[in-house]
């Protein structure tokens, strides 16, 4: 058993405006038969009862809680914050409207860490459950390892092993900078976890067929909601894209490039117009695949649908000229 000063687990939660939210994952927490962890709760300024619930949440916790009240600065600034205060080994990172999933979830987690193979993986993870009942990513056997040329096949390849429920070494979570913006409620994780993970060639992990998060994904400030057709998304796009360039993966991974390029050459992301986007691309590469694919590649098809425009009206000008012969 760790002592409170040094707990086996931190689980951290970052928050804003979710003081009717955090109740079930309280309780979540508060059933957990393995009780050597620390709650560390982020409060990204809200305005809502979230510290009055959480000074409720204290009194009766059966484990530490640490509340800290911070400036609303987007949910990647609390997790900065967040990370300062980490005395576990182990984080367990849980969004403030999900859950873990059954009272042995962390009994579980400890216990499989415990038994890895060697020192060598930087911590375990597993599969979610939705309030659909619907598990995911789907498993074919017991466990996965997941390297840094796993990660890259599955993260290229769109797969959703990918989305699993992550443990990792406190030494191994690396929470980043980003500047503070009001248009911007978080900066997208997956660019910063891809960025760890193209950093250290080391990088494994041990993905079990197992569930111990249970997932929230209908809440209208969800991440996902969120993050459909926002500045958010144009963000993971464009950094995505840089990373791949800064790390030499262009030519292996050109495909892949071209599709997100692709993606903000059509405009998808409406919010980020031409040229904010052609400065965020710091590869002269990808400048020039992205205009091409801006303005050539959009002229072209413009031509080609004009042509088969005009072959339209000439099939059924011609149809006409036939049917005008058939009435002589």
């Known amino acids: ?189 997956i660019v910063d976890i891809l960025q760890t993970v193209l950093e250290n060639k080391d990088y494994r992990i041990r993905i079990f067929n197992k569930t111990w998060y249970k997932y929230n994904m209908y809440n209208p400030d969800s991440v996902t909601v969120l993050h459909k057709n926002s500045v958010i998304f144009w963000i993971e796009c464009v950094e995505i894209v840089n990373l791949f360039y800064q790390y030499g993966l262009d030519k292996k991974y050109k495909e892949f490039i071209h599709i997100r390029l692709n993606k903000l050459g059509r405009g998808i992301y409406k919010q980020k117009g031409f040229r904010a986007t052609l400065d965020a691309l710091k590869s002269k590469e990808a400048k020039k695949y992205f205009i091409y694919a801006c303005c050539i590649r959009r002229f072209l098809r413009y031509i080609f649908l004009i042509d088969k425009q005009m072959s339209r009206i000439k099939v059924y000008l011609f149809g006409i000229k036939i049917f005008a012969l058939k009435r002589k």
């Open 1 to 189: 058993m760790h002592s409170a000063a040094h707990p086996f687990f931190s689980v951290i939660t970052p928050t804003y405006n979710r003081g009717h939210l955090l109740s079930a994952l309280f309780d979540s927490l508060n059933r957990q038969s393995f009780n050597d962890f620390e709650w560390i709760i982020g409060d990204d300024g809200s305005t809502d009862n979230t510290e009055e619930v959480v000074n409720n949440f204290i009194k009766d916790a059966n484990f530490s809680i640490v509340y800290l009240k911070l400036k609303h600065g987007g949910k990647h600034n609390a997790c900065l914050e967040i990370s300062k205060h980490i005395k576990g080994q182990y984080v367990v990172s849980i969004d403030s409207d999900d859950e873990l999933y059954t009272n042995g979830s962390l009994q579980d987690i400890h216990d499989e860490i415990i038994n890895l193979p060697n020192s060598k993986f930087w911590g375990v993870g597993s599969c979610f459950i939705n309030q659909d009942d619907k598990i995911f990513p789907p498993l074919n056997s017991d466990f996965e390892d997941i390297s840094q040329d796993k990660f890259l096949e599955y993260f290229t390849a769109k797969s959703y092993m990918l989305n699993s429920f992550r443990v990792l070494k406190a030494e191994c979570v690396e929470m980043r900078e980003h500047p503070k913006s009001e248009e911007l409620a978080y900066y997208p994780e």
